[in-house]
Every structure is written in structure tokens, then in C-alpha cells.
């Protein structure tokens, strides 16, 4: 029986060009900070990863350290918004505003800096929406930060974050814009200049590159005007930005997977976006709920709420066929609570803890949403049975 992997926005696996990229970079054992011609080489696939992520991203003539490399997307997201909050002098602006169904390594950073002093502003999400009507309403001159998604990891609701930034930017040219795009990179077409992102955070096993490798795009203008500052202080790598020795290894498959997945890529979207129609129109003949945001949507994820089975329960079922889904994040899928992304898109508590999220790449194919959907109908038949 052959595996089926619809646990995308968990993790991906890995691209051929990463693993020879890797394979490569694994012998080159230089510290990119030695001045020598072994520093030098393992300092040219660091640069030759960041040129080729500045050109996915769209950024032109990008500058090296418009480009931080962190440990994962987690780590670019805490820099991002402490790095922000720590830069300025709260008494001229202290009001964060952001959603309320962002990842953790977003809401915890928030709610530590809540316990410091500042105020965060969540914005509703109801149905993958977000509302703007309250945004307007909380957008003054004491906005530090807004801080926003670009896809939600759960429901796949995507956000006009141009309209965000661009609203946000007319009502306090200060404020320092930042998109988590850890879903959204390589899946929907963006640049940060385009939709008026000055930071991006982005990680590299979400789009087939290696785990522990993510990055932080930081503009010309966040540099030139010093609203950034450092979380992780020591020998001064990454400009300063985030001192540690580079994951020369990831790093160099981080680019490659850029450069492999990157290609092709308007093909690569269209086909992704096809099967999840295909998926959904499948999944609809089923005694489920599907969880569908009401505005734009990724390319990549669906959810779909079961018939008072726990998604816990039927994960398992579909794990002994081989079929891998997931109950929700998985950050969160280890946490007993229903997941909050999930009750801030209307589902209720008991809801939340029946939903599955099924999230695709380029490699999968409708043969096999055929297989995972005969599998789902078998469960909730065998799984209905035993509830009674
Ligand atoms: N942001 C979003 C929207 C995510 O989905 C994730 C991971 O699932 C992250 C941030 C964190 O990325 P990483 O796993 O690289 O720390």
C-alpha cells in the first residue's frame, strides 16, 4: 500500500534539488565568518541561497542583509515582532495590531509583550475573513506594528494584506508592517513590495526544503531607519541581526528548494488549486462539513468538520491505510484545547475537535484523493458504528 502524504502545511518533504544541494554543502565544512578560502566557500552557498530567495520573493537588487537567516519560520516571526516592539520607545507607540487566529510563534510572542506594556489588537477572522470594519476602527497613530498572516495554516483563509498594509500605512506612516508568509511563500504570488510588507518571515521545510532553516525578509527602509533590533546577540553573523554560526547545510537546501520549487511556478499553483477543487467537490458527497473560508483562499489547504467523530480518532483510522491528514496545526495538534483558529473561523468547540485539514503539494495527484476519500467514507462508516 502506497503512502499518501496530505500533511503539506505540517511539513513537506524534501526536493531532489535540496537533498543534492545538501549533499554537496555537507562537504564544505568552512565557518562562512573565516576569512580563509574554505570560510569563502562555505560563504558563497550562504549568499548563493540568499540571492536566489531575494529573487523568489520578487525583491529586485536586493542587498544581502535585506535577507536573515534564521533557525525556522518560529524564529523569524519572534524576531520580527520583539525586534519591532524593542526598537522603539513605547511611549510614542505602543498598540500592535494583528488577528486573532495567528500561529503561536506570533500569539505568544504577543502575549508576552502584552504583560510588558503593550496593547495588542486581534482582529476578527470569522469564516477566513478578516474584518475590516474593526480594523478601520483601531488604525490611529499609535500603531507600532501590524502584524498579519498572508495564509492561515489551519483553514487556509488567505488575507488581502495589501489593503491591510496600505490602510495601515495612511493612517500612521511609522508603523512598521510585517506578514508571517510561513504558508503563503511560494504558494500564492507576492513581493513584499507589492502588497507593502517591511518584514516577511519564511520558512524553508514548508515549500520542500529542509527543517530548521527559515528567514527574515527585512526592507532598505527598516534598516536605514534602525526599527529592528536583534534578539540573539554574540559574534554578530547575519549583519548582526542574528549572531550564531550559519546552518551552512540547510541554508544551501533552503536555496535549492527555492530554486526547485520556484519553478514553473504559475503551473505548479494552478495544478494545487485544481485538486483542491477536485477534493472538495469529492469530500462534499460525504457526510461532512466542509470548513471553506468565504473570501480568498490558498491554493493548498482544506478542512472539513466530521459527524462527531474526533479528528483524533480518524487521523488514526487513515494512518493504519497509509493516509496522512492532520486535526488541526502541528504545533498544536500535541494541546488538548479545540483549536482557537478554528473557533475564531465560527466552528464550535466540539467542531473544532472533529475537523481535519488536509493540505496538499505538488506532488500529489487525484488518484490519490480518490483512495484518501474511498478511506474517509470507509472510516466514518466503521467510526459511526462504534460511536452507537
Ligand atoms: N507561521 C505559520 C503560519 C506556520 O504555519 C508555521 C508552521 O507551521 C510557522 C509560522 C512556524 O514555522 P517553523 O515550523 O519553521 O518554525
Excluded: W
Excluded at 489588537?121 to 470594519?133: A, P
Excluded at 488581502?160 to 508568509?181: G, I, M, N, Q
Excluded at 529542509?210 to 547575519?238: C, F, N, T, W
Amino acid at each position: 500500500m502506497k503512502e499518501i502524504y496530505l500533511d503539506n502545511s505540517a511539513t513537506t518533504s524534501l526536493c531532489e534539488g535540496a537533498i543534492e544541494a545538501m549533499e554537496h554543502a555537507m562537504r564544505v565544512y568552512g565557518n562562512p565568518s573565516s576569512l580563509h578560502t574554505l570560510g569563502h566557500e562555505a560563504q558563497k552557498l550562504v549568499d548563493t541561497a540568499r540571492d536566489s530567495i531575494g529573487a523568489a520573493l520578487g525583491v529586485r537588487m536586493m542587498k544581502p542583509e535585506e535577507l536573515i537567516f534564521t533557525s525556522c519560520g518560529t524564529e523569524a516571526n519572534n524576531l520580527a515582532i520583539f525586534g519591532v516592539a524593542y526598537a522603539k520607545s513605547r511611549r510614542v507607540a505602543n498598540k500592535i495590531i494583528t488577528t486573532d487566529s495567528e500561529h503561536p510563534s506570533v500569539e505568544k510572542v504577543l502575549q508576552m509583550l502584552e504583560t510588558d506594556g503593550f496593547e495588542v489588537i486581534r482582529i476578527g477572522t470569522r469564516g477566513g475573513v478578516l474584518n475590516f470594519e474593526q480594523l478601520e476602527k483601531v488604525l490611529d497613530d499609535r500603531v507600532l506594528l501590524v502584524t498579519m498572516m498572508m495564509v492561515n495554516n489551519e483553514t487556509g483563509a488567505a488575507y488581502d494584506l495589501a489593503r491591510v498594509f496600505k490602510l495601515a500605512k495612511e493612517r500612521c506612516p511609522s508603523v512598521v508592517t510585517h506578514c508571517d508568509a510561513v504558508q503563503g511563500f511560494l504558494k500564492l504570488r507576492f513581493s513584499p513590495a507589492a502588497i507593502g510588507a517591511d518584514l516577511v518571515s519564511l520558512s524553508s521545510h514548508k515549500i520542500h526544503g529542509p527543517k530548521g532553516v527559515g528567514a527574515l525578509y527585512v526592507s532598505r527602509e527598516i534598516l536605514k531607519q534602525k526599527k529592528l533590533v536583534p534578539r540573539l546577540l554574540g559574534g554578530g553573523q547575519e549583519f548582526g541581526f542574528r549572531s550564531g554560526t550559519e546552518n551552512v547545510i540547510g541554508i544551501a537546501g533552503f536555496g535549492a528548494a527555492v530554486r526547485q520549487t520556484g519553478r514553473g511556478l504559475d503551473d505548479k499553483i494552478q495544478k494545487i488549486a485544481a485538486l483542491r477543487e477536485y477534493a472538495l467537490l469529492k469530500l462534499s458527497s460525504l457526510d461532512v462539513t466542509l470548513n471553506v473560508p468565504l473570501d480568498l483562499c490558498a491554493p493548498h489547504i482544506l478542512n472539513f468538520t466530521l459527524p462527531k467523530i474526533k479528528s483524533e480518532t480518524m487521523l488514526h483510522y487513515l494512518s493504519g491505510e497509509r493516509i496522512y491528514v492532520s486535526s488541526g496545526s502541528a504545533c498544536s495538534s500535541h494541546s488538548h484545547m479545540p483549536s482557537p483558529t478554528l473557533l475564531a473561523f465560527g466552528l464550535s468547540p466540539s467542531d473544532a475537535e472533529n475537523s481535519i485539514r488536509v493540505s496538499l503539494s505538488e506532488y500529489n495527484t487525484e488518484e490519490e484523493i480518490d483512495r484518501f476519500v474511498e478511506c474517509l467514507k470507509g472510516g466514518l462508516n466503521v467510526l459511526v458504528r462504534v460511536r452507537r
